[in-house]
């Protein structure tokens, strides 16, 4: 059975910097590319990130590019996100997600972890 | 970007109803569309991808059909456990977005 477990949540000041992780297991993951998708509270989902499944190529919202910076450690059977210069508009449950496609991205979530809020306040 | 529109926003049924939840694409995705049910305080849950493929283990009440730019999710004969949010995806290519979402409550 395919599992993401996420980090707990925390709470930080806008300007902050946060480290996100997801650990994975179940399946074989250094074959799969991750995505990160994030969601503020009662609103939609919305992409953040993705990253292959060799680590070698990343990609972003624009609305995060510059300030997150994806990353996975295979050897771990982990995937990171750090976070940077957070803003209260970042506020929002932040889910790990395993790509359907083995060796290169289908671009779609077959397994999400659990979620970990991440508010940014003072 | 593409931008994802879903409708209704809300849509109040009852056990047994078929229901549809339209999503329209920006500019012609192919069959690149995902579906996802949400339900409070859960992650999204994956059920049909490249617009019609049924995820494994999604019941087969759960039908995706359109190409191009307009895409349908019908739930024929609701069951109480449907009763959650519904998104699209695009899965063409990054960035991907999401269709606002679609309410399906108890009537």
């Known amino acids: ?8 949540g925390v709470v930080v000041q806008p300007g902050g910097s946060l480290r996100l992780s997801c650990s994975g297991s179940g399946f074989s ?3 799969y590319p991750m995505h990160w998708v994030r969601q503020a509270p009662g609103k939609g989902l ?10 070698r190529s990343t990609y972003y919202a624009d609305s995060v590019k510059g300030r997150f ?16 210069s957070l803003r209260t508009e970042d506020t929002a449950f932040y889910y790990c997600a395993k790509d359907d496609g083995f060796g290169t991205s289908l671009y779609y979530f077959d397994s999400w972890g659990q979620g ?4 940014v306040s003072s | 970007d593409i931008e994802m529109t879903q409708s209704p926003s809300t849509l109040s049924a009852s056990v047994g109803d078929t229901v549809t939840i339209t999503c329209r694409a920006s500019q012609n995705i192919n069959n690149w569309l995902a ?3 949400q339900k409070p305080g859960k992650a999204p849950k994956l059920l049909i991808y490249r617009a019609s493929a ?3 283990g999604v019941p087969s009440r759960f039908i995706g059909g359109g190409s191009g730019t307009e895409f349908t ?3 024929s004969s609701l069951q109480p456990d449907d009763f959650a949010t519904y998104y699209c995806q695009h899965h063409n290519i990054s960035p991907l977005t999401f269709g606002g979402g679609t309410k399906v409550e108890i009537k």
């Open chain 2, 54 to 56: 049924l995820e494994s």
């Open chain 1, 29 to 31: 993951f250094d074959d």
């Open chain 2, 35 to 37: 579906w996802y049910q």
């Open chain 2, 73 to 75: 999710l019908t739930i």
């Open chain 1, 116 to 119: 970990t809020l991440v508010t």
């Open chain 1, 46 to 55: 919305e992409w953040v990130s993705l990253i292959s499944w060799d680590g």
């Open chain 1, 1 to 8: 059975e395919v599992q993401l477990v996420q980090s707990g």
């Open chain 1, 69 to 84: 910076t994806i990353s996975r450690d295979n050897s771990k059977n982990s995937l990171y996100l750090q976070m940077n």
